[in-house]
């Protein structure tokens, strides 16, 4: 007999085969650290003329690798399907975002002495939110991010940028023109990667041998502990412990020299690096978190264990209060549509029955709405406008920033809340 099988007519295609082995080590990936059953792409806002049109879910599901312990997600999107020019994320609508990337300059110049004659490479530089600050101090700067509308944005900013997806090639491009690199920077992108060995092999190939690679991330140990589930979504492939890097920069001659603790996205680790041929010296603090990480348990399994239970209890705990909300008549809303927002909104099919809106102060978002829960944004003034009794703030890591924001919401009595780690009012 023949092979009768045939596709159901319900499974779009993936563009990629999901992935079996782990991006960094190539190890077999066989351990589930939560399945959130099937989500569109979080950063793909509706527009209102496409409200009566379909949209495709993809398998969301983050697997733990047991031979480099690596964090990751399958890889079921194409890159170029979630970075293209309609890519709303514009990094300068945060002020304490900036306020940190004009941090991390002042720290960077000052640590590496850094002036006209050094040569500064951000990747995944977003719309310039950060190389601004090196400009305006005459540092010679240079960007490089696949997204053309925020490239553009940074262009306005006095930032060129190369509108391109970083690796290996357009490393060795760059060092060709000149651009070895006293310092490489990257923020919040090592875990945007789908390739994750050709992007550090880029990052080796494109720092000099005396420069810096210092890149950041939401650490893994964080998001465990603090339950951040809703930071797991397709465009975010990696998460990462201090092991983890240590491992792929290993394999790909990058040595780990340094590393800080920040209060950024809920809790992340600014992991310093440099070439192995430049003999680098290594700060005790880099031994110090790999035995915190390892004391905790990174390198098992039990470690992950627990995970999947707590996702399931916040999910629980949201959906019976904005069912209880309903029912005693008070209107929520939420502040703010970061993708992260979508993972947690579909993961427990929260819709505008029970989230009546959201509002937001990126202007690219409004009049649009959520992927997958269809829930309208609008500008800030609609809560003044509607006056809501319960403002859920979805960016949680900017808690205490927004709920400065809506002081004025007090005055109408409006209760402020956060659903993770667990359901609170601020
Ligand atoms: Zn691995």
Redesign the pocket.
């Known amino acids: 007999m023949t092979d009768t099988h045939t596709p159901s007519p319900v499974v779009a295609d993936a563009p990629t085969a999901p992935v079996q082995t782990?991006r960094?080590?190539a190890?077999p990936l066989s351990h589930t650290l939560v399945d959130l059953g099937l989500s569109p792409l979080c950063e793909t806002f509706i527009d209102a003329a496409d409200a009566e049109r379909g949209e495709v879910f993809y398998p969301l599901r983050a697997m733990v690798?047991d031979?480099?312990w690596?964090v990751q997600v399958g890889d079921y999107v194409a890159p170029d399907v979630i970075f293209d020019d309609t890519y709303p994320y514009f990094a300068s609508y945060s002020d304490s975002w900036l306020a940190h990337a004009r941090r991390y300059v002042d720290a960077m110049v000052d640590r590496l002495q850094l002036d006209e004659s050094s040569r500064v490479v951000e990747v995944g530089s977003n719309d310039g939110y950060m190389l601004q600050y090196m400009v305006q101090r005459g540092i010679p700067s240079l960007g490089v991010d696949p997204t053309a509308n925020t490239a553009a944005a940074a262009k306005e900013k006095g930032v060129d940028t190369l509108v391109d997806f970083f690796g290996l090639d357009v490393a060795k491009r760059l060092v060709a023109e000149g651009w070895s690199a006293d310092l490489v920077a990257g923020k919040n992108v090592m875990a945007q990667v789908p390739d994750l060995n050709d992007f550090v092999a880029g990052l080796a190939e494109l720092v000099s041998p005396t420069g810096t690679v210092t890149i950041e991330f939401p650490h893994l140990v964080t998001m465990i502990e603090e339950l951040e589930f809703d930071t797991i979504y397709h465009e975010h492939f990696s998460y990462f412990s201090l092991v983890a890097v240590q491992d792929v920069y290993a394999r790909h001659g990058l040595v780990v020299t340094d590393v800080e603790e920040l209060s950024t996205h809920g809790g992340s680790l600014r992991v310093y690096a440099q070439r192995s041929d430049g003999n680098p010296d290594v700060a005790p603090s880099v031994d110090a978190l790999l035995a915190r990480e390892r004391e905790l348990g990174v390198d098992t399994l039990a470690f992950y264990e627990d995970f999947a239970g707590d996702v399931a209890r916040i999910r629980h705990e949201l959906v019976g209060f904005l069912q209880d909300a309903r029912a005693q008549g008070k209107h929520v809303v939420g502040y703010g549509a970061p993708g992260k927002g979508n993972t947690l909104l579909n993961h427990a099919a929260i819709r505008s029955d029970l989230l009546e809106y959201l509002v937001d102060r990126n202007p690219v978002k409004h009049g649009r709405l959520t992927p997958g829960t269809r829930i309208p944004i609008f500008p800030p003034d609609r809560l003044a406008e509607t006056k809501p009794d319960v403002i859920l703030i979805m960016p949680w890591n900017l808690r205490e920033e927004i709920a400065a924001q809506l002081a004025y919401t007090r005055e109408w009595g409006a209760e402020l809340m956060v659903a993770i780690p667990q359901l609170t009012t601020l």
């Open positions: 782990c960094s080590c190890a690798c031979g480099c690596l």
